[in-house]
């Protein structure tokens, strides 16, 4: 079985990710109201499939390929960082 980490860097290689990075967050929403399951995990993506994107399509773009994963209770929360490589490298 996939552990979530890979899972979901390999949906988002539809993206060319120059960078990934992911932290579960779990064990910090223990007992969350609301929550029947699922994991609670951050992530950073860092493509050029991001140039001349709002923030809100980027978030659109790397919540798509996930999409059955948060509908199957997969993930309850994803925080997403989405950046261009000049955003990421530059700053």
């Known amino acids: 079985m996939k552990t979530m980490q890979s899972n979901i860097e390999n949906r988002l290689q539809v993206l060319k990710p ?3 990075e992911f932290h579960d967050d779990s064990h910090l929403h223990a007992g ?7 994991g609670h995990y951050s992530i ?6 991001f140039t001349g994107i709002s923030r809100i399509n980027r978030q659109r773009m ?3 390929p996930l999409q059955d994963l948060f509908s199957d209770g997969l993930i309850h929360a994803l925080s997403i960082k989405a ?3 000049e955003e990421y490298f530059n700053s």
Do not use: K, M
């Not at 969350?32 to 699922?38: I, M, P, Q, S, Y």
């Not at 950073?44 to 499939?49: F, I, K, M, N, R």
């Open 18 to 20: 120059l960078v990934f």
């Open 32 to 38: 969350h109201a609301g929550n029947r399951g699922g």
């Open 44 to 49: 950073l993506v860092v493509s050029e499939e």
């Open 62 to 64: 790397v919540n798509a």
């Open 83 to 85: 950046l261009t490589p």
